[in-house]
């Protein structure tokens, strides 16, 4: 072979050759593959092409580490315009018919199974523009940055007086190049008065979108600009007063309805409360000179996380106590998630998850339940590349059910490693020691497990606010580093400590427990009301309104008679009512309430 400098540069032609050959080839392979695919949606598999660029990157040179993701991302765009030559628009799951009355007859539209999926797909350059609603913005900004270039729609109401300037600030600042606005349509001519602004402030009628039916991603791109390096510098006169971030803006906020009652003794049935209350000894470190309240605590107390671990079998400096398990949760995705990155959790996990999501920047991904029954197979299905975190509340709030630890270990075997696996066990107390202790050894054997727990429920602190987790020591470092340094209070220590010793108030209160949930069942389905099976110290009830009373009819019935029921429409289970077990004397007036609304005057039970 010649090593000259002519050779070589003969060398290097050839190369070049080979490789613009190989190119067109992959192009012409492309074409092919776009007419294989002709009547299947999934045009392009970010997934597959992934897995290329990691063997790409292991056996190329480290010089040439940074240069090739450059270059397999032009390849891949390249192909996706061969396979994807039609403008596409995706619509989100909650936009719906909006989204197909507002493109009839003007352009195609395709419907999303959901936001994450869809944000996904407009990232990869599978689709132009995505539709969204307006709760569903601020979800899909922190998924988007200067290096993901895409165009969002999101359709608003008209009635947002003083809040349009500022918004179009928001959305220019999250590179979000436009939006419409317009009333929700009765009819498919309502949108006619919508109108569209470009992010340069200008703007142009609905029916006038039909002139971007034939362009590309990019030059529908280059008649809205946008997408610049850095975030550009908002006009001041847009901003009318300060401003939160965007993944906290449209947010509904989880504060929990006890609740209203009238006047007269109350019974609160609607927090899932410890029944008894707080252990005797708890209540005695609360008093005398134990406390002294003008000094700060301690950072961590390791008297607490002594009494803790000797309680249940653990290693004292794997604990790391809060304010509330909530806390933890928020630490947890805090530390944890990048804006964009996703997060796992049942269809009707825990409120506080993916509220503590949202704030982070995260998406949650909800997968469906089976039976209203977290499905371990449905969480890893809902899995990606780019899931951060898999929460699994068990036993679940609100529903009540649960999983085995088999398929808990189920869960974890088939999670990647770099997912972490949170396990919310608020309402362990309740089973037998061995669910709690085969949870703490996952946690000793692995580094992507997790354990929350609180003294709310069975130690009946709920207001002291003292919650603990189980962690890998990498982890609690991480979430004592940005933990408050104060965040637990003398008092809840002293108490803390008081309540994990006191095994008999724990026997006494799981005994009470046990008792009214292996009674209410029956009664409540002898009544005509369904229920369902609960390993905890509360019950979810299912009102059909057709056949009697509606849950809200119920609920207000029982506030009447000052028993305090909990509405279940924030997870979107309008026709249920959880309830707390409480004192026998409470459970007695409560057995008699419900067969005064259920029963026919003067038919007992």
């Known amino acids: 072979m010649d090593e000259s400098l002519a050779g070589l540069r003969k060398q290097i032609d050839a190369l070049d050759s080979q490789l613009s050959e190989m190119l067109a080839a992959r192009l012409e392979v492309s074409r092919k593959v776009s007419a294989a695919k002709k009547d299947n949606n999934q045009v392009f598999r970010p997934a597959r092409e992934a897995q290329l660029l990691n063997k790409l990157l292991a056996a190329a040179p480290a010089s040439l580490q940074q240069l090739i993701p450059v270059v397999w991302r032009a390849i891949i765009s390249s192909s996706i315009a061969e396979q994807r030559p039609d403008f596409t628009i995706l619509a989100s799951p909650q936009m719906g018919v909006e989204a197909i009355a507002f493109a009839a007859g003007q352009l195609g539209v395709k419907n999303s199974e959901n936001l994450h999926t869809a944000l996904a797909e407009l990232i990869d350059k599978q689709a132009d523009i995505l539709l969204v609603s307006p709760a569903e913005l601020c979800h899909i900004a922190g998924g988007l940055g ?25 959305l220019f600042h999250a590179r979000i190049t436009g939006w419409i606005i317009g009333r929700p349509p009765v009819e498919q001519t309502d949108y006619d008065r919508g109108v569209f602004y470009l992010s340069d402030g200008n703007k142009i009628e609905i029916a006038e979108l039909s002139r971007y039916e034939n362009m590309s991603g990019a030059e529908l791109l280059g008649v809205c600009p946008v997408l610049q390096a850095e975030p550009p510098i908002r006009d001041r006169n847009m901003i009318t007063a300060p401003q939160p971030k965007q993944a906290i803006a449209s947010m509904l906020s989880y504060r929990p309805s006890f609740g209203t009652p009238s006047s007269g003794r109350l019974i609160r049935l609607s927090a899932n409360e410890g029944a008894l209350g ?16 003008g000094r700060y605590p301690e950072i961590q107390d390791h008297h607490l996380n002594q009494a803790i671990a000797e309680r249940y079998g653990l290693e004292a400096e794997n604990i790391l106590t ?44 909800k997968a469906p339940d089976k039976d209203m029954t977290v499905s371990v197979d449905n969480l890893l299905a809902a899995v990606t590349e780019r899931t951060k975190i898999l929460f699994l509340v068990n036993p679940n709030n609100p529903t009540g059910t649960m999983i085995s630890m088999e398929e808990v270990v189920r869960l974890h075997n088939n999670l990647p490693p770099h997912i972490l696996l949170v396990l919310d066990w608020a309402y362990a107390e309740y089973l037998e020691d061995s669910f709690s202790d085969r949870a703490a050894r996952m946690v000793e054997e692995h580094k992507n497990v997790v354990m929350t727990r609180t003294f709310s429920k069975l130690h009946g602190m709920a207001g002291l606010r003292l919650g603990w987790g189980y962690f ?8 004592a580093s940005i933990r408050g340094p104060f965040s637990v209070n003398q008092a809840a220590v002293r108490a803390g400590i008081a309540a994990i010793r006191d095994t008999e108030f724990q026997e006494k209160s799981v005994a009470h427990n046990k008792k009214w949930m292996s009674m209410l069942p029956a009664f409540l389905t002898q009544l005509g009301l369904g229920v369902l099976p609960s390993q905890t110290n509360f019950i979810l009830i299912h ?42 004397e409470e459970m007695e007036i409560v057995k008699d309430a419900f067969m005064a609304l259920m029963q026919p005057e003067g038919q007992t039970a």
């Open 146 to 170: 200067p290096d993901k270039p895409a165009m969002v729609i999101a359709c608003l109401p008209l009635e947002m007086p003083g809040q349009d300037s500022a918004l179009h600030g928001e």
């Open 472 to 479: 890998p020591a990498d982890i609690l470092t991480t979430l």
């Open 543 to 584: 009102f059909d309104p057709e056949k009697g009373v509606s849950a809200a009819e119920a609920e207000a019935f029982f506030a009447s008679r000052n028993i305090l029921l909990r509405s279940m429409g924030a997870y979107g289970l309008t026709d249920y009512l959880r309830m707390s077990v409480g004192t026998d």
């Open 322 to 365: 809060a304010n509330g398990s909530d806390e933890l949760i928020s630490l947890l995705t805090l530390a944890y998630l990048e804006p964009g990155d996703e997060v796992v959790m049942s269809e009707y996990a825990f409120l506080v998850i993916p509220q503590a999501t949202q704030i982070a920047g995260g998406i949650s991904v």
């Open 278 to 293: 707080c252990s005797p000894d708890a209540l005695a470190a609360l008093e005398g000179k134990a406390i002294d309240p």
